[in-house]
């Protein structure tokens, strides 16, 4: 309801309605005239909120008293209560003397003039379950840590709407007859209950009705990595006979079956030895994907206030890495228990089934922290493939927390994807699953030399044959045809600009969750199409998703350059660089700092980044160009020839008319500014 407390469609309000009131997710409180009126300071909108939740009854003042100001004599918390009603009644003046009504005992919101989000929710049913989209988030979400006794309220509240969503929920998915129906409720259970199996089971078995087996079996994988997250427990044996049947060969023929109405969900049996921390693992996905795990960091020192660091960014990193979808988080539940040293690695891997841990120890030293961070390979004898140490100033340690989680996600992603890649392209090819040729293609990609790029595109096709609704595998396919094309070595750009296009939108189709393919689907369209402005969407909407994914910081960094947005562009390209200063692909993503400097017409300083990038990969035509231009500005003549044989063995017939035919550069000076260096570099002008 952020413009301006518009409100979802098919909700409704009263005529009689003065003052919209949003209390799930960040709190809002609109005027019919769209006028904000929510209230600045947290008590203020703390009280608003507790008066508008008791309706249809007023609100107690002593009530409201003891949740607000609990540790305070009466006289002062009665006191302070009448100074926020006065504030209160100043700021919801816009809206009407007489919305809040004021007694001796009580305070009440008029009745039928106000419209609440939460009673919309508890009003809702079967038949008109329209304001179930109003629950997109926690209730209050801002307003936690006033007091004690509001927080235990505010947690009761929370169970209490939560509860009511997921019921709504359950019986409007036990009444959908159509897969079509029952995708977009079986969602909106699990936005409520990640831990819901039979929301699971129903996304399963709707998803294999649509012939989507790929995406039935990715709905299981990810109900594992939640119950094991949450629960420290397998799915039932109910969900494993369903994925078996999915994985028959008539799954996808059979017709969509109503769940039954769920039934509450069992409870995990508590476990006390280091072999019953989790079931013992047993492989199930035909795709595979990477198993990682955190362990309770280790607090180095007694400093009983710095207690809950270790804890608290373990769990940091844990829920930074859930947001990578390719990754499998394994909960590793009460590990706390024992010190490194006593740790069974061989253990965790046979029992949960763990890839790669993740460990640490966080330590003061005066007035800094020093956080240490390792990623450990299970299966290669335990070896450490990555390390960094963090050293920063403890005056904050919730943004400390947010920025190491952030930095260690960031530079674990690319780091296990090459382990793994390295790992299946040492295998024989005999058997290899979807998953293992994505893995090969990657590397081979990377590299940006044709015969290899070529093998790479085998391996993607060969992927989509036996997997043709594998969302990965064609999000890597429009890669392979974005640097096709845009690496000169397309018979038919047109075929394969429109190839990349397909396998971008239909990666997105299959898994619009993911942060990856939306970046990917954003840089076809804004590189291959030339439509940078209808990929800022994609791009930012991958960032919500995963806010420290890399790839996405950086293609949206290019996505700027394109539309002339420099100083943006250089912020996310600075981001990108903070998250992953090391990047494997970094010859590719920081050819974006070229670009700009280029184009800000810092020549030397687009120069000197091409020189050191050309070091790392000089087969990327795309970052030879920039380059080039900039040498060209400069009259470095003899560097400039270096650069343009480099450059025309990989695009023989490029000219500064190709040029401008293909850059996704939108302002007319800037493409002028590129094809000027161009050709003072010695490229020709037309063919």
Known sequence: MAN??????????????????????????????????????KKARALLAAIALAAPRPALRNRLAELLWSRRPDDQSRASLRQEIHRLLDVLAPVGEDILIVTRDHLQLKPGAVWCDVEEVMRASVQEPAALSLLDGELLEDLDGIDATWDSWLQAERERVRDKGRTLAEELLGTQVQP???????????????????????LMRAHAARGERGMAIQAYERCRAVLAELMDAAPSAETEKLLTEIRGPSASSRPYIRPPR???????????????????????????????????????????????LAPGLAGEITTALSRFRWLFVVLLGNLDRLPPEQRDDRALRHDFGVDFLVDGSVQRVGSRLRVTVRLVDLRNASQVVWARRFDRQSDDLLTLQDEVAAEVVAQIDPEILLIEANRVSSQPLVDATAYDLVLRAMPLIWRMEREPYMQAGDHLRRALELEPDYANAHAWMAVWYNFYVGQGWADDPGAGIAHGGEHAERAVALDPMDARGLTIAGHVRAFLYRRPQEAVALHDRALRLNPNFAMAWAFSAFNHIYLGLLDEAELRANRYKRLSPFDPNAYLFDVSFVQIHLLKRDYETAVQVGRELTQLNPSFSNLLKPYLSALGHLNYLQEAAVIRRQLMAIEPQFTVQKFRETTPFTREQDRNLVAVGLKLAGIPELD
Not at 26 to 37: G, Q
Request: glycine share 10%; no cysteine.
């Open 4 to 41: 301006g407390g518009a409100l979802p469609p098919g909700v409704r309000q009263p005529a009689s309605t003065v003052l919209r009131l949003r209390l799930i997710g960040h709190m809002e409180a609109w005027s019919l005239t769209s006028e904000n009126v929510l209230p600045t300071g």
């Open 180 to 202: 079509e129906q029952a995708i977009p409720v079986a969602n909106k259970l699990l936005s409520i209950d990640r831990a819901h199996e039979g929301a699971w089971r129903a």
């Open 262 to 308: 769920p039934a509450p969900e069992g409870v995990p049996r508590s476990r006390d030895a280091l072999t019953q921390l989790a079931p013992r693992f047993e492989p199930t996905s035909i795709r595979g994907g990477a198993r990682i795990g955190v362990a309770p960091f280790q607090m180095v020192g007694t400093n009983l206030e710095d207690s809950h």
